[in-house]
């Protein structure tokens, strides 16, 4: 080894002086710029799909907007999409135009999960064209009607949690003979095997010879309580169908079809999840156009 070669190894070789950094004074070290996220708060609402810009204006203007609770009046304001919390009259608008919320009106003999290890149908067939969605809540099997699906999990979390009071309604064909008393019973309630279950409202809707029509609408997310509660008071489901969730109505949903909810309903969603009631929105009509994986929404 040469002697220059001995010196690259040698460790002494090297000084420390050599190699000082000068420090720079906090005060002279470039602040980065910071990022601006706000926009006029017309645009911002236009862009979410609350009206037109001009008539975005026009609701502020008459004290129809608040940002963070605050009532705001001056068309110039802004707001930060990414943070802020604004209502319209009340409604909490949604700014994340990736968030999907959609309707399904789930068939018989359908698992309430996005992939069956068993195999058997699931809801994935429903929703090929979207990444990621997934069910508030469940359907047993054989239930049929609402179901709604979205990417987020916030929103979802919430509305399936029995503390946020969120009422679901169900509409159930039984057998025997059904009295106003069989449904002050399923309103007064009784213990299970799983414990207490009360309906919030229980109503006949049809009679008929040895079976009956009635209406049940409870805010329990427990596995397969309708039928279990009828099932106690001595009629047997024949049918079962979820009409209403919180704020969203099945409406003429077809069944196997999905649709986008509206920009209302989603509104409504977002009050419900804040266990505030919410009246609920007209559905759209179905027009036949939105079978299985075929949402209401343009095919690029």
């Known amino acids: 080894m040469s002697d220059r070669d001995e010196d690259w190894v040698?460790?002494?070789?090297?000084?420390?002086?050599?190699?000082?950094?000068?420090?720079?004074?906090d005060d002279e070290i470039a602040e980065p710029e910071p990022v601006e996220t706000s926009v006029r708060?017309?645009?911002?609402?236009?862009?979410?799909?609350?009206?037109?810009?001009?008539?975005?204006?026009?609701?502020?203007?008459?004290?129809?907007?608040?940002?963070?609770?605050?009532?705001v009046t001056e068309l110039g304001s802004r707001v930060d999409p990414t943070s802020d919390f604004v209502t319209v009259r009340g409604v909490p608008v949604q700014f994340d135009t990736s968030r999907v919320y959609l309707a399904l009106n789930k068939p018989a003999g359908v698992i309430s999960t996005m992939a069956d290890e068993e195999g058997r149908p699931d809801l994935s067939?429903?929703?090929?064209?979207?990444?990621?969605?997934?069910?508030?809540?469940?359907?047993?099997?054989?239930?049929?009607?609402?179901?709604?699906l979205t990417n987020d999990g916030d929103l979802a979390?919430?509305?399936?949690?029995?503390?946020?009071?969120?009422?679901?309604?169900?509409?159930?064909?039984?057998?025997?003979?059904?009295?106003?008393?069989?449904m002050q019973k399923l309103?007064?309630?009784?213990?299970?095997?799983?414990?207490?279950?009360?309906a919030d409202r229980a109503r006949i809707i049809d009679v008929k010879r040895g079976e009956a029509l009635v209406e049940i609408i409870l805010h329990s997310g427990r596995n397969r309580i309708v039928r279990r509660m009828l099932d106690h008071v001595g009629n047997p489901v024949l049918g079962l169908v979820r009409k209403q969730f919180g704020p969203i109505h099945l409406g003429t949903l077809k069944l196997g079809h999905?649709?986008?909810?509206?920009?209302?309903?989603?509104?409504?969603?977002?009050?419900?999840a804040q266990g505030k009631e919410e009246r609920a929105p007209r559905p759209p009509k179905d027009r036949g156009g939105n079978r299985g994986a075929r949402p209401d929404r343009k095919r690029n």
């Open 41 to 71: 708060l017309q645009k911002a609402l236009a862009a979410a799909g609350v009206a037109s810009r001009r008539a975005c204006e026009d609701l502020i203007v008459q004290g129809q907007v608040k940002i963070n609770g605050k009532l």
């Open 187 to 198: 309103i007064d309630g009784f213990e299970l095997e799983d414990g207490f279950i009360q």
């Open 157 to 182: 979390n919430k509305l399936a949690h029995p503390s946020f009071g969120v009422e679901k309604t169900y509409v159930a064909r039984v057998s025997g003979d059904v009295t106003p008393a069989t």
């Open 125 to 148: 067939q429903f929703v090929i064209d979207f990444d990621r969605v997934f069910n508030i809540g469940r359907l047993d099997a054989e239930t049929t009607g609402l179901l709604l």
């Open 258 to 272: 999905v649709r986008n909810l509206s920009k209302i309903e989603v509104g409504a969603l977002l009050k419900a």
């Open 10 to 25: 040698n460790k002494d070789f090297y000084d420390e002086d050599d190699y000082e950094t000068e420090e720079i004074p």
